[in-house]
């Protein structure tokens, strides 16, 4: 990750720098903050230099019009003791004795989006966002830990972070949902997976990442694999 990377480099420079000559540096003016920041790797401040935040909902309203909604968030951030890892759900939740299967065949890292229909007059959508800033606590949220698998009171929704994967699957009598991040092939991939049979169904599988302390500019499709890869590194 980048501030384990900018810390390696200023523990080396204090390394090497008891044994450079310090006469090279007489008469030399200090470089700008505006000219640090063009920097490969920039540097970084206390505790700011570094966030990343996944936020994944489903919305499923079945042909009767009932309303379904759940919700599941990943933040990693740097602190002063170390890069450190949250997770939440908004749901009652209890211990499960089943995990979920998150497919990402085909595809060696990032996103990854599959939807199967069968049947008619049926309305689903996967989507991604990118934002900057921080997400926003889940109302209700639950904090959960590596290695969990839990199941909400309904029994329909299973919250996974084992074996490798990190996400929820919502098993319905006419269809399955699916978000998470998985490790397949130790490549990292956000996975979106939608399966109906029937009629009159909306379901809407949507993902924000939202980031802080670093600046993606035009990177933003070709850093989602990397970012996925870091989340998988700790712990999973």
Same mark, same amino acid.
């Given at each position: 990750?980048?501030?384990?990377?900018?810390?390696?480099?200023?523990?080396?420079?204090?390394?090497?720098?008891?044994?450079?000559?310090?006469?090279?540096?007489?008469?030399?003016?200090?470089?700008?903050?505006?000219?640090?920041?063009?920097?490969?790797?920039?540097?970084?401040?206390?505790?700011?230099? *570094?966030? *990343?935040?996944?936020?994944?909902?489903?919305?499923?309203?079945?042909?009767?019009?009932?309303?379904?909604?759940?919700?599941?968030?990943?933040?990693?951030?740097?602190?002063?003791?170390?890069?450190?890892?949250?997770?939440?759900?908004?749901?009652?939740?209890?211990?499960?004795?089943?995990?979920?299967?998150?497919?990402?065949?085909?595809?060696?890292?990032?996103?990854?989006?599959?939807?199967?229909?069968?049947?008619?007059?049926?309305?689903?959508?996967?989507?991604?966002?990118?934002?900057?800033?921080?997400?926003?606590?889940?109302?209700?949220?639950?904090?959960?830990?590596?290695?969990?698998?839990?199941?909400?009171?309904?029994?329909?929704?299973?919250?996974?972070?084992?074996?490798?994967?990190?996400?929820?699957?919502?098993?319905?009598?006419?269809?399955?949902?699916?978000?998470?991040?998985?490790?397949?092939?130790?490549?990292?991939?956000?996975?979106?997976?939608?399966?109906?049979?029937?009629? *009159?169904?909306?379901?809407?599988?949507?993902?924000?990442?939202?980031?802080?302390?670093?600046?993606?500019?035009?990177?933003?499709?070709?850093?989602?694999?990397?970012?996925?890869?870091?989340?998988?590194?700790?712990?999973?």
């Amino acid at each position: 990750m980048r501030f384990c990377l900018v810390t390696g480099i200023l523990l080396a420079n204090s390394v090497f720098a008891s044994d450079a000559p310090l006469e090279v540096f007489e008469g030399k003016s200090p470089l700008l903050d505006e000219e640090l920041a063009e920097l490969r790797g920039k540097y970084t401040e206390s505790g700011q230099d *570094f966030y *990343f935040g996944l936020h994944m909902q489903t919305q499923y309203i079945n042909q009767q019009g009932v309303t379904q909604q759940v919700q599941m968030q990943i933040e990693m951030s740097n602190n002063s003791n170390g890069p450190a890892m949250r997770i939440s759900v908004a749901d009652n939740v209890s211990d499960a004795d089943h995990g979920i299967n998150l497919s990402a065949s085909g595809q060696q890292r990032g996103l990854q989006q599959t939807i199967q229909i069968a049947g008619d007059f049926n309305q689903v959508k996967n989507q991604l966002d990118f934002e900057q800033g921080n997400l926003t606590p889940l109302a209700n949220g639950v904090e959960i830990v590596i290695g969990q698998t839990l199941v909400n009171s309904s029994g329909d929704v299973v919250y996974s972070t084992a074996n490798g994967q990190l996400g929820y699957q919502v098993g319905m009598s006419s269809g399955t949902f699916s978000q998470g991040v998985t490790s397949q092939g130790g490549n990292g991939q956000l996975v979106q997976s939608i399966q109906i049979s029937g009629a *009159f169904h909306q379901v809407t599988n949507s993902s924000l990442i939202r980031y802080q302390g670093i600046d993606l500019g035009v990177k933003e499709r070709q850093i989602l694999g990397q970012q996925v890869r870091d989340i998988i590194g700790i712990g999973l």
